[in-house]
């Protein structure tokens, strides 16, 4: 009975056959990619295929350093590297160590070669891109009449913009003559004043692509008075356009969302504008309007005839005040003026007289208050209550006393 092994044991017997092939250690195989998938850690798995046959591989990110270009499906390649068998699974796999396009080489070679030459010469400089515009009316294609990329085109400025012109002027966007149909669209269109053109076509191998790649149809693009949005190929496919164009687009319908405004979000912002500038109306009127009414509020303070109304009243309680005040005055006065009245009745000459006294004055009417103000030999008048006496002085006698106290008054009242 023959032994019996495990499935670890197969696989690593199978591997070390495999590691024993030496043309297997060091191959080279033509095929083309499809399902490329670039892994987060850097490493690249995808599978090799042709008409029969497919074979897994992988390119690991320690690698990568030789790889010079983008990985994509449907390029034909020539991968180096060894097949081994992968222990866990049990299958086996080509391990890549360089790859390189396969008939294509040399496209890429004057690819890279042209791209240099015109970027020093300044043909891919920023200060040379034109704006594309936002507003565009009239849009020309350069593009296959037949093709995806221009039903693509049509379909999405249909939705977008139903107002946009679309000129075509088609072209041949591959093979023998391309380049130079493409020259002439763009400058057919060139000449008729519209506001951005959209050169492109859809995706390809790089030689259905190439056109796009020629020295001649960069420098239409550069010489090119409007704006020029390149679309050539898929997201990846890169091309001499897109580096001369104003503006990349990744595919023809991408090119189309550019270039065409949304019309119908327009009008969603129209309406959103118009809605906004009546609300603001209307607050402003209300403000307005409340304004007017604060106005005519002061107007009416400010108006003449209340002015004088209210001057009338002012009038009024000023002269009620005056009267009051008068009044109080008044009594003040006739109070103030029997205090007077009383004094003075009671400091009266006629008074004195009426009670039997007399009222003396020399003959200038002067009045003689004391004895020494007299002198002897002169005239003196004597006033009474019913008539007057007229005498003359025949002796000044002063008394004592009186002439004591005056001293005193004279002295200041001392001794």
């Known amino acids: 009975m023959a032994g019996i092994y495990t499935v670890s044991q197969v696989n690593a017997y199978i591997k070390n056959m495999f590691a024993q092939d030496f043309a297997l250690s060091r191959i080279s195989i033509r095929g083309e990619i499809s399902n490329c998938k670039y892994h987060t850690s850097g490493h690249i ?4 295929k042709d008409k029969s046959g497919t074979l897994s591989a992988v390119m690991f990110a320690s690698q990568r350093r030789g790889l010079s270009f983008q990985l994509q499906e449907g390029q034909q390649v020539v991968v180096t590297g060894s097949v081994d068998v992968y222990e866990r699974d049990g299958k086996y796999q080509l391990y890549a160590r360089t790859i390189s396009l396969d008939g294509m080489g040399n496209l890429y070679e004057r690819f890279q070669a042209l791209r240099r030459e015109l970027e020093e010469m300044g043909m891919f400089a920023p200060e040379y891109k034109q704006p594309i515009p936002r507003y565009a009316g009239k849009i020309g294609v350069v593009t296959a009449s037949t093709g ?22 088609p072209a041949l966007v591959q093979g023998e003559g391309a380049a130079a149909s493409i020259v002439r669209g763009i400058r057919i269109l ?10 492109g076509r859809g995706g390809g191998s790089i030689e259905d692509l190439w056109a796009f790649n020629e020295e001649s149809v960069a420098r ?9 949005i390149s679309a050539v190929g898929h997201e990846t496919d890169v091309t001499i356009a897109d580096y001369v164009a104003d503006l990349r687009a990744p595919t023809p319908s991408a090119a189309a969302e550019l270039a065409v405004f949304d019309y119908r979000q327009f009008e969603e912002q129209r309406r959103g504008y118009e809605t906004e500038l009546n609300s603001r109306i209307r607050r402003m009127v209300e403000w307005k309007r409340h304004d007017v009414e604060n106005y005519r509020l002061q107007m009416k303070l400010h108006d003449p005839a209340h002015q004088i109304q209210e001057q009338r009243q002012r009038l009024a309680d000023i002269e009620d005040d005056m009267r009051d005040l008068l009044e109080r005055k008044l009594v003040e006065a006739k109070h103030r003026l029997a205090l007077v009245s009383g004094r ?24 003689i208050l004391h004895a020494r103000d007299a002198r002897a030999g002169s005239g003196i008048r004597i006033r009474m209550a019913d008539g007057r006496i007229s005498a003359e002085v025949t002796a000044v006698e002063e008394y004592p006393m009186e002439n004591e106290r005056r001293k005193r008054r004279d002295h200041g009242g001392q001794g």
């Open 45 to 48: 798995y995808f599978t090799l």
């Open 148 to 169: 995806a990329a221009i039903r693509d085109i049509m379909n999405i400025t249909a939705r977008r913009n139903p107002y946009v012109q679309l000129i075509l002027c």
């Open 344 to 367: 003075l009745d009671g400091s009266s000459p006629l008074k004195r007289i009426s009670n039997g006294y007399g009222f003396v004055t020399d003959d200038e009417e002067k009045r």
């Open 220 to 228: 239409a693009i550069f010489d090119c008075s409007t704006p020029v």
């Open 190 to 199: 060139d000449q008729m004043g519209l506001d951005v053109l959209i050169v």
